[in-house]
C-alpha cells in the first residue's frame, strides 16, 4: 500500500533561518504529491503540489521537487518567518482515487524571532 | 475564497452515545470525504462520497460509521454508538471533480468521547 515518511519533529528555528522538512514516499503507482500545513486552530491547507516527476510545487517562499528516483518531496524555504510556525503534512493521492490521500505523521515548525 | 465549514467545533459526548458531525461543502463540489486525526498521529482517510453514494471506505469506516448528504448542501457523519476511540479530530474535504484532485478541508470537528 501506500505511505509517506516525513522527518520527525518537532522542528525549531531562527527568524530567517533554512528550513527542510524531508518527506519520502511509497505508491504503487504515479501518485500526485502535496504539502499541507496547519495553523494552530485551523485546518488543512493546501501550501503546494506536483503531479508528475520533476514538477516543482512552490507557493509563499515555499518549494518542493517531486523526485521520483529518490521516492522523495522535500519542502524547502530559504528564510522562516514567525508566521510559518504551522504544522506540515506531507501526502499523496493516486490518479484512481485523487480524493483519497495518504499523510505523513505531521512535522511541527516552530519559528522563534 | 469557498471554504468548507464544519460544525460543531468541538462536541463531547459520553460514550455509546450517537454522534453527528455537520459539514457544508462548497458549492460546486461534486466528491467529499471524511479523514480523522486521532491526537499526535496520522491525519487517516475514513471515507469518500460522490454521486450521493459511497465510492470508498478504508477499514476504520466500520458498521458504526455512516454518511449522508440528506440536502445537497450538508454532508454529515454518523457514529451510531461512540466508543472511546472514536475522540479524534474529524475533517471534511470536498473536491471539485474529475481531473481536479486539490482537496479544500474544513477546520474540522474535534470530538471527545468520555
Known amino acids: 500500500g501506500n505511505s509517506v515518511t516525513q522527518m520527525e519533529g518537532p522542528v525549531t528555528l531562527s527568524e530567517e533561518a533554512f528550513l527542510t522538512i524531508n518527506c519520502t514516499y511509497t505508491a504503487t503507482g504515479y501518485p500526485s504529491l502535496f504539502w499541507y500545513v496547519q495553523y494552530p486552530g485551523e485546518g488543512l491547507q493546501l501550501l503546494l503540489k506536483a503531479t508528475k516527476a520533476d514538477d516543482k510545487g512552490s507557493n509563499k517562499g515555499f518549494e518542493a521537487t517531486y523526485r521520483k528516483e529518490t521516492t522523495s518531496f522535500h519542502l524547502e524555504k530559504g528564510s522562516v518567518q514567525v508566521s510559518d510556525s504551522a504544522v506540515y503534512f506531507c501526502?499523496?493521492?493516486?490518479?484512481?482515487?485523487?480524493?483519497?490521500?495518504?499523510f505523513g505523521d505531521g512535522t511541527t515548525l516552530t519559528v522563534k524571532p | 475564497e469557498p471554504e468548507v465549514t464544519q460544525t460543531p467545533s468541538h462536541q463531547v459526548t459520553q460514550m455509546g452515545q450517537e454522534v453527528i458531525l455537520r459539514c457544508v461543502p462548497i458549492s460546486n463540489h461534486l466528491y467529499f470525504y471524511w479523514y480523522r486525526q486521532i491526537l499526535g498521529q496520522k491525519v487517516e482517510f475514513l471515507v469518500s462520497?460522490?454521486?450521493?453514494?459511497?465510492?470508498?471506505k478504508s477499514e476504520i469506516f466500520d458498521d458504526q460509521f455512516s454518511v449522508e448528504r440528506p440536502d445537497g448542501s450538508n454532508f454529515t457523519l454518523k457514529i451510531r454508538s461512540t466508543k472511546l476511540e472514536d475522540s479524534a479530530m474529524y475533517f471534511c474535504?470536498?473536491?471539485?471533480?474529475?481531473?481536479?484532485?486539490?482537496?479544500?478541508f474544513g477546520a474540522g470537528s474535534r470530538l471527545t468521547v468520555l
Open positions: 501526502a499523496l493521492s493516486e490518479s484512481t482515487n485523487a480524493g483519497k490521500s495518504t
Open positions: 462520497f460522490y454521486n450521493n453514494e459511497i465510492s470508498e
Open positions: 474535504a470536498s473536491r471539485l471533480g474529475s481531473g481536479a484532485n486539490v482537496l479544500t
